[in-house]
């Protein structure tokens, strides 16, 4: 295994934070920098995973990254349930005054599987929780 530039090891653990799969960083690797490097190469700058090799320091820099990345993501409006439930609702309202039933159906089956957590990841949230 070929030893790799602090600039690309920050990169990979950037991807990472940003819930980027192993393979995903394999090739946003290969067109940012030209190099190829393994998902298993990967996978050992991935404090989620059991194969973490790196240092404490870049445990940190991915603790930063997500924290960042998952900040961003918040100020995105259709990120937030209440927001999207909000414009199911619209989307319902409309599709009852155009009797367009289709439509006010499959609103009503989005919302409840918005408000069912259907579209929550269970591990994500379930960390969420553990520090919050």
């Known amino acids: 295994m070929r030893r790799l530039a602090d600039h690309v090891k920050r990169r990979i653990i950037e991807h990472l934070a940003c819930y980027c799969t192993h393979v995903e960083v394999v090739k946003l690797i290969f067109e ?15 404090p989620m995973s059991f194969q973490f090799a790196a240092s404490t320091r870049w445990r940190e820099v991915h603790a930063l990254a997500r924290k960042r990345f998952e900040q961003e993501v ?32 499959e609103a009503l089956e989005q919302a409840a599987k918005e408000v069912g957590n259907m ?14």
């Open 119 to 132: 579209f929550v990841n269970a591990r994500v949230a379930a960390m969420a929780t553990k520090r919050g």
């Open 32 to 46: 940012e920098y030209g190099l190829k490097v393994t998902p298993r190469q990967v996978r050992s700058y991935d």
């Open 74 to 105: 918040a100020e995105v409006p259709i990120s937030h349930r209440a927001f999207r439930l909000r414009r199911l609702h619209q989307i319902h309202e409309a599709a009852m005054e155009a009797d367009n039933w289709t439509v006010a159906t």
